[in-house]
């Protein structure tokens, strides 16, 4: 659609969705100064840094029955995977739905006893006698040891009480021990650094795990020398071994928004205003799935009042009233006519749009995906150039926007041309599935 053609309304949104290459720039000077506040640890920055005690070895000639237990969301899994010469050929797993009392309100032992009696269903009549057992637990968290996670705060809608400030690997311990299970936690992992080690099994060049999904954030191998915090801890550590860093970068530049101010429109407010964590994790609602709907809504709703589309009653109004997965049914839309997009308003809303109005609404589709897109691979890039991997490197990603929405992949690697200027570079994009669930296990695998 030709943008001398469209309406003002229309073309303000596209100019307020734009990521252009000098705020991307932008984006990048503030990220890598906050990447080396975080590494120092001496003062307050918006990606944490957080080391995850998990150190990149040689993977050669892993054997054995490892476990991993996934905790990211209100669906916990327990997997049991077979290690041969490190290739994972048997995997059994089970998954169990949280009862929303104790995500929302509930209290650690609820939260914790129903994560261990799942364990002890999963293996019932099995004899284990403490097997590596990896833990995803996707949620920010500080660690003082591989085995040891402290909650810094809860995300994802989770509130449960008696968690915040505590360990979570001590928390389960103690559920498990209640329960007779032999078991306890060998690596405690967030879904990032699974992502980054499963492909690592796979990739020997894999260097970034990327989630987006429900979330966004990002892991990446750094030289240990370089994050001075861990080494002042542990003077005698080696200067020349890799860490994976859990960056917690979702929260880039929240609530400050010393560069986000540049990026961020009036939708992007109104969804922030609206949210459970408001004037945090800015940076993930603008990539995350969570969120993209929302935004599109909030975008649509204001097209509404400017008499661009007509009808659209209630749904439209209320809170998760546009899917983020209807973003992807617009986008993948190839019929002139815009069959797909006018079928889906149809059923969802009662509709009928002429193509005026539907070629409007994919429009909004179009533009909230690309800016998630662009702001993700700005991040990405940022991250590869920070720590000189850019030559060439996996970037393993795992999510259901990267997966499922239509073009995402090409829009990031547009996008990385853009930043990267006329620098030579080669990243490679890879979908890597179940990192929380199998890197849970690998990660138990590489440091056992």
Known sequence: VGGERLPVALREMRRKFHLPQYKMKMVMDHLHSEMNKGLKGKEWTSVLMLPSYVIRRDIEGKSGVYYALDLGGTNFRVLKLTLK?????DTKSAKFKIPMEHVVGGTAEGLFGFIA???????????VKNPPLGFTFSFPMKKHSLNSGVLVRWTKSFNTKGVVG????????VELKKRGVQMGVTAVINDTVGTLVTELFKDNRATL???IGTGFNVAYWEKVGRITKYMEKYPGADKD???CINMECGNFDSPTKKVLQHIHNEWDEAVDAGSPNKGLGLTEKM?????????ARMALLSLKKQKV???????????QGFPAWYLSGCVEEDDPSLSKTRGLIKKSYGVDLDIKEATAVRLVCEWVVERSARVAATIIGSIVLFAGFEWDCTVAIDGSVFEKTPGYPQLMQKAFKDLMGNQ??????VLTKDGSGIGAGLSAALMS
Not at 85 to 89: E, F, L, R
Not at 309 to 319: A, M, N, Q, V
Not at 424 to 429: A, K, Q, T, V
């Open 287 to 295: 990539v995350s799935g969570l969120y993209m709907g929302e935004i």
């Open 241 to 243: 071994a890799t860490m």
């Open 85 to 89: 010469d490190s290739k994972v050929v």
């Open 117 to 127: 009696q799942s364990v002890k269903d999963f293996i019932k009549g099995t004899s």
């Open 209 to 211: 795990g990327v989630i």
């Open 309 to 319: 589309i007509r009808g659209f009653g209630g749904k439209l109004e209320e809170k």
């Open 166 to 173: 505590n360990d979570v690997c001590d928390l389960l311990a």
């Open 424 to 429: 030579p570079h080669n990243i490679r994009l």
